[in-house]
């Protein structure tokens, strides 16, 4: 396994990448509305992304036909767009995007409510999004990769959801997906110690049910095995000699 140390110049063109992807998810957070398509989610984040000068990174990634992931309620993630898919009030929708800055890769997502959601519906949201941030407590230099690992999954599991285990986070930078993998569950190995310059996409995968999913007949789509609900929360982040610093979140997101 190689695992990449960024320079100060890769950081600061991650850092920029991270800038703009936060954009095009402030953006399309405050366009999602009942009535809209998964289309137009698509086309209005490729063309923010291309007004910036920058390439959608997903946009053809391993056979994805899109430029962002819209996945719906009990898709977990890499939903495809499309004009007859239309958001209800009451759905939740994940949006998993990416984009290209000189050369270096960002990687991001949100769960977002569609109109008003079920009590239920939200706590999964929050659950996802915190899990994030208790993995990331042991996102530091000294601590080993496996520590964020534990904590997402313990955070996840103690309110009795399930973790998706088919799908984990990633090194990230110059290519999308890097070594390491970063599992949101615990592993019986402590993993690679940390080190300044690190970066990784951090992901929890969350669903309401089981943890088991499956793959729709597009080759893309990941959905819950049981049609329970998932959720989706992502960061990109640098290891530093202090607090990790989160590369697509520069502010406290609205509430829901």
């Not at 939740?92 to 109109?115: F, P, W």
């Amino acid at each position: 396994m190689s695992i990449s140390i960024k320079t100060a110049r890769e950081i600061e063109k991650m850092r920029r990448a991270g800038e703009l992807l936060e954009k095009v998810h402030d953006e399309l957070g405050r366009a999602i509305h009942p009535g809209m398509s998964t289309w137009e989610i698509n086309k209005l984040g490729e063309e923010m992304i291309r007004s910036f000068g920058c390439t959608p990174n997903f946009l053809n990634y391993n056979g994805y036909p899109a430029s962002i992931c819209v996945s719906v309620n009990e898709e977990v993630v890499h939903g495809i767009p499309s004009k007859k898919r239309i958001l209800k009030e009451g759905d939740i929708v994940s949006l998993d995007a990416g984009l290209i800055y000189e050369g270096y890769h960002s990687d991001a997502a949100r769960t977002h409510a569609v109109g008003e959601i079920s009590p239920e519906a939200r706590k999964l949201v929050e659950v996802t999004r915190q899990a994030f941030f208790e993995g990331i407590k042991y996102a530091k230099a000294g601590h080993h990769l496996h520590e964020i690992s534990a904590a997402i999954g313990a955070y996840a599991e103690s309110f009795g959801y399930g973790v998706v285990r088919d799908l984990v986070g990633h090194g990230i930078g110059t290519h999308l997906h890097e070594d390491p993998a970063v599992p949101n569950f615990a592993q019986p190995s402590r993993g690679v110690r940390l080190q300044p310059g690190m970066t990784f996409a951090i992901e929890p995968m969350i669903t309401a049910g089981g943890y088991a999913v499956r793959w729709l007949d597009d080759d893309c789509t990941v959905v819950t095995e049981d049609g329970s609900l998932a959720a989706h929360y992502e960061n990109t982040i640098l290891i530093t000699g202090g607090e990790p610093e989160i590369l697509t979140l520069s502010h406290t997101e609205e509430d829901l």
